[in-house]
């Protein structure tokens, strides 16, 4: 159950909506369900001679009664509460209670009160009501309804669990502010999928990602087209910002502003000056010779690989500041993703970055964490442009792809074991999100490894069997059951090409973090493997076997050696083309 409250100054114009026919035609029998004293609230839907005129000047009466220069200007309340999906349509006496039980708990009108606010609740739909009150008590003053927002959310949990409702996430306060009815209706008007909060949102954290310093955050704003005003002290000092969409404009025509804060709260200028003191990125990553050759975009993606899976084992220890800066740097990761990730894959990863920006703040404070490296990566990847999705750039993202649903699941983890379901919940999205986009990304580079693995001589792939036997005695069968496993079988026989010990190298892959969490293992290891032993993200086509060890298992006499590339002769240890002892 989900109440949702926001202020205004039009009693008439809500109601109005209420009681009209909303915007699709989708509001049936609207009536009222309860009111703050039964028989003085008229009913414009059920009594024909009700009129809405009528119902807005009993609800306004305490306002009206003041003089003019003590009305407040914001003074109508106004509160949907919405049964979860899949809920059971309650009564009209049921939503009666719950109305009563709100407006209690939010302080609008306590129970014995007889000076409380004015209020009704109207139904037009099964699934919600609307509660509206005017915000002058009848003995003229305020009413108080400090935090009335946790408390209404409070009280609806209790009545979830009492009415056998779903039971929603709690939250605490570390939300973005969501789009109030009025931006969502004028982005309906608009043509807009979504509105220019949420789209000033997505804009402001894509600046933020990677981010050196604050003059290049409000360049990066600038180029992205939005209208940027900072306000600036006499000092010459920077005091805040705000930002707005071209075209966005009020009644009298002037832009419609967001400072950063109301977009969410680690937007404000101060936060982000934290975010950018504690975890300053290096200027340009370190490259390993094995991706010289490498397009960008599958180079930066490479070096961002090893600096997720160090979120993950962050994440699992006990440094809760450490963890939540890590979470910061995930989430610039992914919007760095979203930025530039080629079209098969692009739609997914947005709407991961959406969902896991949520699991970036908890009361859990970061001011003092270094998270560098994963600024860092982030920076690299948006430096490095946009990825085609194809040939190494494809299997790059899909290798970064593969750590990213580790990092989203651990951090479900970091979030549930401290009691923050709504964290949990959003990391939780962002790692199916991340599992869409891996699927798409990965089938390109697998099936060739795959086909390239199908294609071992049968004595080679039952050594490498044996090597995998050893390693992971446990799972071993299962493993060889996954989709995956002739890709692993040709990442070995490549890895040993390039003159590694496979049996050292998957021992060690394994070693290096724990597989519980993956649902297929065969995958978290090609990709482990292939940056471990620095690899090529895609096949490269078979060559012949050199040392010792593979002659042994091959019938027949190997095909003719193809000429080594610069980048694989940097890799190939001499000493593996004598027999091994």
Request: glycine share 6%; aromatic share 4%.
């Amino acid at each position: 159950m989900v109440p949702d409250i926001s202020t205004g100054s039009r009693t008439y114009g809500l109601l109005n909506y209420l009681y009209g026919p909303g915007r699709r035609d989708e509001h049936t029998d609207p009536h009222l369900v309860a009111s703050w004293m039964p028989g003085l609230a008229p009913d414009p839907g059920r009594d024909p001679a009700a009129t809405l005129k009528q119902l807005t000047d009993r609800l306004d009466l305490p306002v009206l009664a003041l003089p003019k220069n003590r009305r407040p200007t914001r003074h109508v309340w106004h509160c949907p509460v919405r049964t979860a999906p899949g809920d059971r349509d309650l009564s009209d006496a049921e939503w009666a209670e719950v109305a009563r039980r709100i407006v209690h708990a939010t302080g609008i009108a306590e129970d014995g009160d007889a000076k409380a606010c004015r209020w009704i609740a109207v139904r037009h739909a099964d699934d919600h009501i609307h509660l509206v009150a005017t915000l002058v008590r009848e003995d003229g003053r305020r009413s108080r309804r400090h935090a009335d927002g946790i408390r209404a959310q409070a009280e609806c949990r209790k009545i979830e669990k009492e009415f056998g409702l779903q039971i929603l996430n709690g939250g605490d306060r570390t939300a973005a502010q969501r789009p109030t009815s009025a931006e969502r209706s004028k982005a309906e008007r608009s043509g807009r999928t979504e509105t220019p909060r949420e789209t000033l949102r997505e804009s402001v954290r894509h600046a933020l990602a990677g981010a050196t310093s604050e003059e290049e955050f409000f360049h990066r704003l600038a180029e992205a087209g939005l209208r940027v005003e900072q306000r600036i002290a006499p000092s010459g000092d920077t005091l805040g910002y705000k930002v707005a969409l071209p075209g966005d404009r009020n009644r009298d025509g002037e832009p419609i502003w967001f400072s950063g804060s109301k977009l969410a709260p680690d937007l404000s200028l101060p936060r982000i000056r934290q975010r950018l003191d504690a975890g300053r990125p290096d200027d340009e990553p370190v490259t390993d010779h094995a991706d010289e050759r490498a397009p960008r975009p599958a180079r930066a993606r490479r070096q961002a690989a090893p600096v997720a899976e160090r979120a993950v084992s962050i994440l699992d220890g006990d440094d809760d500041e450490e963890s939540a800066a890590q979470l910061a740097g995930v989430g610039e990761l992914l919007d760095a993703l979203a930025q530039t990730a080629p079209a098969s894959t692009r739609k997914e990863l947005a709407e991961a970055a959406r969902s896991f920006e949520r699991a970036t703040r908890s009361h859990i404070r970061a001011e003092r964490a270094d998270n560098r490296a994963i600024r860092s990566a982030a920076r690299g990847i948006i430096r490095a442009g946009n990825a085609l999705g194809k040939g190494e750039d494809g299997g790059a993202t899909a290798m970064l792809l593969s750590t990213m649903v580790l990092v989203t699941i651990a951090a479900v983890r970091w979030h549930s074991a401290r009691g923050h379901a709504q964290q949990a919940a959003a990391a939780q999205r962002a790692a199916q999100h991340l599992c869409s986009a891996y699927r798409s990304a990965a089938v390109t580079p697998m099936n060739a490894m795959r086909e390239h693995g199908r294609s071992l001589p049968e004595p080679v792939r039952e050594r490498y069997a044996g090597t995998l036997e050893t390693a992971l005695a446990e799972q071993a069968d299962s493993v060889r059951r996954e989709p995956g496993w002739d890709a692993l079988a040709a990442t070995l026989d490549q890895a040993e090409r390039a003159g590694h010990d496979p049996d050292a190298l998957l021992q060690q892959a394994i070693e290096w973090r724990e597989l519980d969490t993956a649902d297929n293992v065969t995958d978290v290891l090609v990709w482990r493997l292939r940056r471990i032993g620095k690899l090529p993200a895609t096949l490269d086509p078979p060559r012949a076997r050199t040392n010792a060890r593979a002659a042994q298992s091959r019938p027949h006499p190997s095909p003719p050696q193809a000429p080594e590339t610069p980048a694989e002769t940097r890799h190939v240890d001499p000493r593996s083309r004598a027999p091994r002892r």
